[in-house]
T-cell receptor
Framework: GQSLEQPSEVTAVEGAIVQINCTYQ??????LSWYQQHDGGAPTFLSY????GLEETGRFSSFLSRSDSYGYLLLQELQMKDSASYFC???????????FGSGTQLTVLP | DTAVSQTPKYLVTQMGNDKSIKCEQN?????MYWYKQDSKKFLKIMFS???????INETVPNRFSPKSPDKAHLNLHINSLELGDSAVYFC?????????????FGPGTRLTVT
């Protein structure tokens, strides 16, 4: 079956850089997505990697290595508002469904 | 304009009752989903409809029955509610074959079964 591994918690200070890793096991892989969810809120899309390499969107970047079944989300110039849960999710199968990791709780300290 | 909306936002009910949650999207997407998020924030897909056709039907008790009257609506009916059904239920939509498959989530329905 499919599985994803990501750290449960990460803590960093404002202005710092943090990397959240994600490893996965799956079949019928289309790509790796990242979603952000604030407490009490809904998941929101951050990025998607279908091919190997780095995708940059503002302060956030996402990386994928298909051969290593590994990806990461890089958050730069951390701000307090970045405190949230971050989920990696593989897009897979004929229905191209998302299977989510268990989430990483990021706490940004002043 | 709300892209994906769900009603109700909160639902408190007793064990054994039957309840429904409704979802609507105005994004013109062809695919809609129901997810369950438990108290540990684990987000698991339950069902998905593409153009009103069921395409994902995960291992979910048959007390849960989805219904998609049209592409813009996906409802979830739950019979004989149990304590373990307490969770946040998210509806989402996407364009299935889009490049990123980005899913847009509704605000969630927090279901509490007492």
């Amino acid at each position: 079956g499919q599985s994803l591994e990501q750290p449960s918690e990460v803590t960093a200070v404002e202005g710092a850089i943090v990397q959240i890793n994600c490893t996965y096991q799956t079949s019928g892989f289309y790509g790796l997505s990242w979603y952000q969810q604030h407490d009490g809120g809904a998941p929101t899309f951050l990025s998607y990697n279908a091919l190997d390499g780095l995708e940059e969107t503002g302060r956030f970047s996402s990386f994928l290595s298909r051969s290593d079944s590994y990806g990461y989300l890089l958050l730069q110039e951390l701000q307090m508002k970045d405190s949230a849960s971050y989920f990696c999710a593989v897009r897979e199968g004929s229905a191209r469904q998302l299977t989510f990791g268990s989430g990483t709780q990021l706490t940004v300290l002043p | 304009d709300t892209a994906v909306s769900q009603t109700p936002k909160y639902l408190v009910t007793q064990m054994g009752n039957d309840k429904s949650i409704k979802c609507e999207q105005n994004l013109g997407h062809d695919t809609m989903y129901w997810y369950k998020q438990d108290s540990k924030k684990f987000l698991k897909i339950m069902f998905s409809y593409n153009n009103k056709e069921l395409i994902i039907n995960e291992t979910v008790p048959n007390r849960f029955s989805p219904k998609s009257p049209d592409k813009a609506h996906l409802n979830l009916h739950i019979n004989s509610l149990e304590l373990g059904d307490s969770a946040v239920y998210f509806c989402a939509s996407s364009q299935l074959t889009s490049g990123s498959g980005e899913q847009y989530f509704g605000p969630g329905t927090r279901l509490t079964v007492t």
